[in-house]
T-cell receptor, first 116, second 116 residues
């Protein structure tokens, strides 16, 4: 069965420091890959997505993610974190093959705290 | 990205009553919408896939008679929690699916349901 693992439940970084959030997936074939961000009490906002092509994907708010097939990973990075980046981050996957069920499978999330 | 609205954003009801949550796709016609449930500090769990003009597809363990889903038009899906109980208190989030490459999902702001 497909699964998404975000090994870090909670990460704290200082403002201005770099950030990397890990995501690993287990799937029959390379799925579509997504990163979403959720502020407290809010819905999810799409940060970026990978379908094919260049394995380094640029997203909004200065985020990027790199797809590594050999490691089944899709880690999210940002070179300099801002206090407003404090939120919950979810990695998600969806199947490439249309099985009639294109719902997302989410990781458990990583809560990012930013220290001044 | 696409815009999805949900109404209400917050609702408090008494045990035994029914609550309807609306999800609207504002900028394109969504033949498929999804309903997720999120408990505090947890990830999103898919409840059901809402298909316009046909019956919803429920995930295993989700009671279809308790969580009624109607997708009467291409821009509106509703989730009705019937005979609500305190354990139904949760954050309910809908999404719509933009057909095409990757079938990207865009999420509503969520509805906080509290059952007393």
């Amino acid at each position: 069965a497909q699964s998404v693992t975000q090994p870090d439940i909670h990460i704290t970084v200082s403002e201005g420091a770099s950030l990397e959030l890990r995501c690993n997936y287990s799937y029959g074939a390379t799925p579509y890959l997504f990163w979403y961000v959720q502020s407290p009490g809010q819905g999810l906002q799409l940060l970026l997505k990978y379908f094919s092509g260049d394995t380094l994907v640029q997203g909004i708010k200065g985020f990027e993610a790199e797809f590594k097939r050999s490691q089944s990973s899709f880690n999210l990075r940002k070179p300099s974190v801002h206090w407003s980046d404090a939120a919950e981050y979810f990695c998600a996957v969806a199947p490439r093959v249309d099985t009639g069920r294109r719902a997302l499978t989410f990781g458990s999330g990583t809560r990012l705290q930013v220290q001044p | 990205g696409a815009v999805v609205s949900q109404h209400p954003s917050r609702v408090i009801c008494k045990s035994g009553t029914s609550v309807k949550i609306e999800c609207r796709s504002l900028d394109f016609q969504a033949t498929t919408m999804f309903w997720y449930r999120q408990f505090p500090k947890q990830s999103l769990m898919l409840m059901a896939t809402s298909n316009e003009g046909s019956k919803a597809t429920y995930e295993q363990g989700v009671e279809k008679d308790k969580f009624l889903i109607n997708h009467a038009s291409l821009t509106l899906s509703t989730l009705t929690v019937t005979s609500a109980h305190p354990e139904d208190s949760s954050f309910y989030i809908c999404s719509d699916r933009k057909a095409g490459l990757g079938d990207t999902q865009y999420f509503g702001p969520g509805t906080r349901l509290t059952v007393l």
